[in-house]
C-alpha cells in the first residue's frame, strides 16, 4: 500500500536554478562535454510528486517478484560482460512488480538504479538515460527512499554524460530533495 503526497520545497527549485546557471555558464566558456548553450536537450524540470511506501501484507506474487528479482541479480554477477550484465537486468526490469506490494516497488527501483549504473560503466549513458527516464519522470510519484534518490542521480550523470544539462540539474535537485525528505525522517 502506497500514501501520495505532494511535499514540494521552493528552496529546491532555487538551487536547481543557481546550478541551472552555472552549468549554462560553463557550458558557454569551456569543453566540459555538457554542449553549447544553445544546444541543451530539454527544459529544466525538478517537479517532485512523492509517495511513501508503507508496509503490506506479504503475497504469493510479491514473493515471486522478489525470487524473479534475486534471480536477475545473480545472472548478472555472473556476467563479465557489462552489456551482457545490464542486458540480465533490463529483461528483470520488464516484470513489473505487483500492485500496492512497497517492498517489490523498492526492488524494482534498486534494480533500474543498478542497470542503469551497469550501462554508465559500459559507457553506455544513452542507453542508461532510455532505461531510468520513463521510471523517474516528473509526473511520476517516485517513492520517499535510497533507492529513487540513487536513481535519479545516475539520471543526472547519464544526462550530463549525453549533454543535457538541463535534464541533469534537474534530476539532481529531484534527488536533493528525497536525500532531503529522508534525512528528516531521521532526525528529530
Known sequence: MTRRAHLGRPWIAALALA??????????TDDSGLGEAGE?????DARLETHVV???APSAEGLAYVRAVATAHAKADAEP???????VLERALEQAPPADDGSAELLRYNLAARAAQTRLDADQPER?????QPLLAPERSLPVDRASARGLV???DAAARTGDANLAMGSYARALEILTML???VEP
Open 81 to 87: 560482460d557489462l552489456g551482457a550484465r545490464a542486458s
Open 54 to 56: 508503507l508496509p503490506g
Open 154 to 156: 545516475l539520471l543526472g
Open 128 to 132: 542508461a538515460l532510455t532505461l531510468l
Open 183 to 185: 534525512l528528516e525522517e
Open 19 to 28: 546550478l541551472g546557471l552555472s552549468f549554462g555558464l560553463a557550458a558557454c
Open 40 to 44: 541543451v536537450g530539454s527544459e529544466l
